[in-house]
């Protein structure tokens, strides 16, 4: 970026920027929200058992509700559940990260339930945000921070979303699925039109926390590289009817224009139907792999963070950060689960002192927030004189 090697570092404040319509990425209380009450129908035809099943994955448990109604006390039939809630969870400082490392806590089949359950509603509430990721779709305000950027710069995100993922599929040059997320890739599954190919990325992507549109095989055997998964890439109903051996009937339905319901030539057992409550996918022609999103916990200890996607990835950030001239964090509050874990990331010994660093957030005015940031970056100075990520990318000249 400005002819200076750039790295771009994304927080939630940077993805809080995203509109399409009426679709945007889900808020923190958004999610929690959603943990008590469903947003859909309860007479939809995706209700399952126990939860409400759609294209995107869970959309609610009743059994994570009912966990968190007796972990706090709340009785089901308040009318004011929401409200009790949130006082429950302020009462004892609980954010979405600490909620998580609340269920964490309990070993027990129930408490392993509800934390998975927790996971899978998460990521679905992200990919709906997301939405088509359809080239109408695609965020303007990263469109426009990936057409400045430059051979040799890269980006870290700590965000679950593939809004910068998009970005650089639809507007960047330098950028190729195969070769751009800093780790070995197996695999695209999906829309990725003129980028299918095996050319070497000249912009780096490092999702530091995993995402909704990167996955690993569950057994450690078939582990060998990610999947991409991109545009119109992942819908569970279809692998659901897949499991369930609709898909040719189907397909047969739809080239003959032929109306009606198709038969199921089987059931869905517990196992499969448990994988695909996670977001799990199955990829291959007769033998079908299945794979699993590539998630980091929102919790303080990070156990994945000694995987081997992390550490190959760490790895690859150390061997750019002594030769980075500009680091520009956006939308990054440095929260305490990160907190910890941050100094492995950005060493302060392999960080040239000249390297200019700017912080864009809407608290760059607060000392607790520069303290932090100083705390990560001490050999630096560090300018606090942007707040709004979508001035700073609109203002960007772009030639």
Known sequence: MDKKRTLIILGAGASACFKSGNRKLPTQNDILKIFLYPKISRSSPSVKLGGFMTDDGLSHSSFLADYLCRKFGIKKDNENLLTEFWNKLSERKLNLESLYDELEKDGTEDGVKAKNDFIAILLSKIRHGVGSRSRRDVCKYHLNLVKKLEASDYIITFNWDTLIDDALLYGCPFWYPY?????????????????????????????????????????????????????????????????????EEIKSMQEKGRSGKPKPKRNITDD????????????????????????????????????????????????????????????????????????????????????????INFENEKDEFKEKARQIFPQNNINFDIKDFKEFCMDLNIE
Not at 182 to 204: A, C, R
Not at 304 to 324: G, M, W
């Open 179 to 247: 070769t751009g997320y800093g780790v070995p890739v197996v695999g695209l599954g999906g829309k990725f039109f003129n980028k299918v190919h095996h050319i070497q990325s000249l912009i780096e992507l490092f999702h530091i926390h995993g995402s909704i549109g990167l996955y690993e095989p569950i057994e450690e055997r078939n582990k060998k590289g990610a999947l991409v998964v991109g545009p119109r890439g992942f819908c569970l109903t279809h692998e659901m009817f897949d499991l369930m051996g609709m898909t």
């Open 272 to 359: 499969e139907q448990s994988l695909l409550d996670k977001g799990c996918i199955r990829i291959g022609e007769k033998n079908k792999i299945w794979y699993q999103p590539i998630f980091v916990t929102p919790n303080k200890y990070k156990p994945e963070y000694k995987s081997a996607y992390v550490s190959h990835i760490r790895k690859r950030i150390h061997s750019r950060l002594p030769y980075t001239e500009n680091i520009i964090i956006a939308g990054y509050s440095f929260p305490p689960a990160d907190f910890v874990h941050l100094k492995s990331i950005f060493v302060p010994e392999i960080i040239q002192r000249e390297t200019s660093i700017m912080c």
